[in-house]
């Protein structure tokens, strides 16, 4: 089992950026992907961010240059850097592991995003 607990969310301006923290129960970054998604309300879960097994990153296409994704292994944490945040970046992020071969898939509780001014 693994848990993962997501930091960071909060009410900002348009423009503003925030630092999404998520905390694994324990190492597990040389066999699991870590994913970032978001839910916007009334929509339906979609990736945002993926940091693979061996440090290579992705981000959807739409995403790509206000989006960063890294990890700490030292300190079991995935982060994900907003910046030039839009109102339509509100939503609540989810952070999630999948096992590299498949199978395990684990999420967090997710942390809230609220764009406005």
């Known amino acids: 089992q693994v848990q993962l607990v997501e930091s960071g969310g909060g009410l900002v301006q348009p423009g503003g950026s925030l630092r999404l923290s998520c905390v694994a129960s324990?190492?597990?970054?040389?066999?699991?992907?870590m994913n970032w998604y978001r839910q916007a309300p009334g929509k339906q879960r979609e990736l945002v961010a993926t940091i693979h097994i061996r440090g290579t990153t992705f981000y959807t296409n739409s995403e790509k240059g206000r989006f960063t994704i890294s990890r700490d292994t030292d300190l079991n944490t995935v982060y994900l850097q907003i910046n030039n945040l839009k109102p339509e970046d509100t939503a609540v992020y989810y952070c999630?592991?999948?096992?590299?071969?498949?199978?395990?898939?684990?999420w967090g509780q997710g942390t809230q995003v609220t764009v406005s001014s």
């Open positions: 324990r190492s597990i970054f040389s066999t699991y992907h």
């Open positions: 999630n592991a999948q096992h590299f071969i498949g199978g395990d898939n684990y």
